[in-house]
């Protein structure tokens, strides 16, 4: 089991940046592919970003391709998703999961993946 802890959200300009980090503990975060997910007020959790075990692999939600941006440091057992030229519709909860896999591709739905967070909220001004 791998502990995850997010943080870096925030209240931000539409426009703005913000990045988000997930921090692990537990000596098995390096194995597992990682992702981002998000959840608005009235709305179902959906996928965001994630990151294969390596790092050296990453998928996007077409909403945030080319805005956002997941990155890995195993040596920190942390990953982070970068946000730049933020929306109102990015306005959210924030949560980080790993995959239920060792050594597994990257994965899309939020059934595949564990450890969830607690979340970190993100609110975006017009």
């Known amino acids: 089991q791998v502990q995850l802890v997010e943080s870096g959200g925030g209240l931000v300009q539409a426009g703005g940046s913000l990045r988000l980090s997930c921090t692990a503990s537990g000596r098995t975060f390096s194995m597992y592919a990682m992702g981002w997910f998000r959840q608005a007020p009235g709305k179902e959790r959906e996928f965001v970003a994630a990151?294969?075990?390596?790092?050296?692999?990453?998928y996007y939600a077409d909403s945030v391709k080319g805005r956002f941006t997941i990155s890995r440091d195993n040596d920190k057992m942390t990953v982070y998703l970068q946000m730049n030229s933020l929306k109102p519709e990015d306005t959210a909860v924030y949560y980080c999961a790993r995959v239920t896999t060792a050594y597994g591709v990257v994965r899309t739905t939020d059934y595949e993946y564990v450890d969830w967070g607690q979340g970190t909220q993100v609110t975006v001004s017009p």
């Open positions: 990151i294969s075990w390596s790092g050296r692999s990453t």
